[in-house]
């Protein structure tokens, strides 16, 4: 997800303007990104593709910290200020925790252990007890590239449980190394088997939108009110991204996007100029707090935007 050499877009200009405050456009309740923007990068570097846990009033970010080839794990209290597992909260520089060797964590917890689906090119897999110590619970990867549509890459899984069909979902991007292609749909009975969906993917660009006409992405779903809503990345060109929301009945198939698409942007000459994307949202009371990638330049951090309101479907048309 770095760039060396970027040209600023109509698109980004259009969309944001110069001056424009630093926000999201949206129907209804706009996705505001944090003041203190970006919350996690500088002295680390390059940080990214984020997975975030709320436990009693912690929050538990686990990312992928590309100086060190790894995945990283930090906490906080407010979801902005955040600090080593093992450093109190503090001024002082991050000393996260290095987890595992690999990048774009999925992650879920299933009552005391911790489930990690994470890339290499290919999907693998490894539970914890306290989301720091792993155990690979393959020798092998339980996801490849396979059909033509995935290339040389399956990567970015977001993983939930289905307790009432007792099987995980997940959904994945396949294509190419530096941006994946589209979203494919798979299940398993036990994280390490899995089906792939016979009409894959799942989820393709609209060509129609010029913001995500060359692909789409690091999806994230959440099951809100009937729906799943997907929280995906667009793609203008292989370089520019911005993050959108869609939603469907069964998570599969008859996708609706949102008429505000994108919901958060990129905003030219800033931090996220570039490219806003790989979102990951979770409810916290009565707002919804989205971390993502941003990107300028070749420096990639995380940022923070949030939205007031618990409903993820106002703006969507009947």
Same mark, same amino acid.
């Given at each position: 997800?770095?760039?060396?050499?970027?040209?600023?877009?109509?698109? #980004?200009?259009?969309?944001?303007?110069?001056?424009?405050?630093?926000?999201?456009?949206?129907?209804?309740?706009?996705?505001?990104?944090?003041?203190?923007?970006?919350?996690?990068?500088? *002295?680390?570097?390059?940080?990214?593709?984020?997975?975030?846990?709320?436990?009693?009033?912690?929050?538990?970010?686990?990312?992928?910290?590309? =100086?060190?080839?790894?995945?990283?794990?930090?906490?906080?209290?407010?979801?902005?200020?955040?600090?080593?597992?093992?450093?109190? =909260? &503090?001024?002082?520089?991050?000393?996260?925790?290095?987890?595992?060797?690999?990048?774009? =964590?999925?992650?879920?917890?299933?009552?005391?252990?911790?489930?990690?689906?994470?890339?290499?090119?290919?999907?693998?897999?490894?539970?914890?007890?306290?989301?720091?110590?792993?155990?690979?619970?393959?020798? *092998?990867?339980?996801?490849?590239?396979?059909?033509?549509?995935?290339?040389?890459?399956?990567?970015?899984?977001? #993983?939930?449980?289905?307790?009432?069909?007792?099987?995980?979902?997940?959904?994945?991007? &396949?294509?190419?190394?530096?941006?994946?292609?589209?979203?494919?749909?798979?299940?398993?009975?036990?994280?390490?088997?899995?089906?792939?969906?016979?009409?894959?993917?799942?989820?393709?660009?609209?060509?129609?939108?010029?913001?995500?006409?060359?692909?789409?992405?690091?999806? *994230?779903? #959440?099951?809100?009110?009937?729906?799943?809503?997907?929280?995906?990345?667009?793609?203008?060109?292989?370089?520019?991204?911005?993050? &959108?929301?869609?939603?469907?009945?069964?998570?599969?198939?008859?996708?609706?996007?949102?008429?505000?698409?994108?919901?958060?942007?990129?905003?030219?000459?800033?931090?996220?100029?570039?490219?806003?994307?790989?979102?990951?949202?979770?409810?916290?009371?009565?707002?919804?707090?989205?971390?993502?990638?941003?990107?300028?330049?070749?420096?990639? *951090?995380?940022?923070?935007?949030?939205?007031?309101?618990?409903?993820?479907?106002?703006?969507?048309?009947?």
């Amino acid at each position: 997800m770095l760039a060396e050499v970027l040209a600023p877009l109509l698109l #980004v200009l259009t969309a944001c303007g110069a001056g424009a405050e630093d926000q999201a456009v949206h129907r209804d309740a706009p996705w505001v990104k944090h003041e203190r923007n970006p919350v996690l990068g500088g *002295q680390l570097g390059t940080c990214f593709d984020v997975a975030v846990l709320k436990e009693g009033q912690t929050f538990r970010m686990w990312f992928s910290w590309r =100086p060190k080839n790894s995945l990283a794990l930090v906490e906080s209290e407010d979801g902005v200020h955040w600090h080593g597992p093992d450093q109190p =909260p &503090g001024e002082e520089p991050v000393r996260p925790l290095i987890c595992l060797p690999g990048d774009r =964590p999925g992650l879920l917890k299933r009552g005391d252990t911790y489930h990690l689906w994470y890339a290499t090119g290919e999907i693998r897999y490894a539970t914890s007890r306290d989301g720091r110590t792993w155990r690979a619970m393959s020798d *092998q990867p339980v996801l490849k590239p396979e059909m033509p549509w995935e290339k040389r890459h399956v990567m970015c899984p977001h #993983v939930i449980w289905d307790a009432q069909a007792k099987q995980f979902r997940m959904w994945y991007s &396949g294509g190419e190394g530096y941006e994946p292609d589209a979203i494919g749909y798979a299940t398993s009975p036990d994280g390490i088997h899995w089906t792939k969906h016979p009409q894959n993917p799942i989820f393709r660009p609209d060509r129609k939108q010029d913001w995500e006409r060359d692909r789409v992405t690091a999806c *994230q779903v #959440v099951i809100q009110g009937g729906w799943h809503y997907m929280f995906y990345i667009g793609f203008y060109d292989v370089n520019s991204a911005q993050i &959108g929301l869609a939603r469907s009945k069964d998570g599969i198939g008859g996708w609706q996007r949102h008429p505000g698409n994108p919901i958060l942007r990129a905003q030219q000459g800033r931090w996220d100029g570039d490219a806003c994307y790989k979102p990951f949202a979770i409810l916290d009371g009565d707002r919804w707090m989205l971390w993502y990638n941003g990107r300028r330049g070749d420096l990639e *951090q995380i940022g923070l935007a949030t939205r007031q309101g618990t409903d993820l479907g106002s703006g969507f048309e009947p």
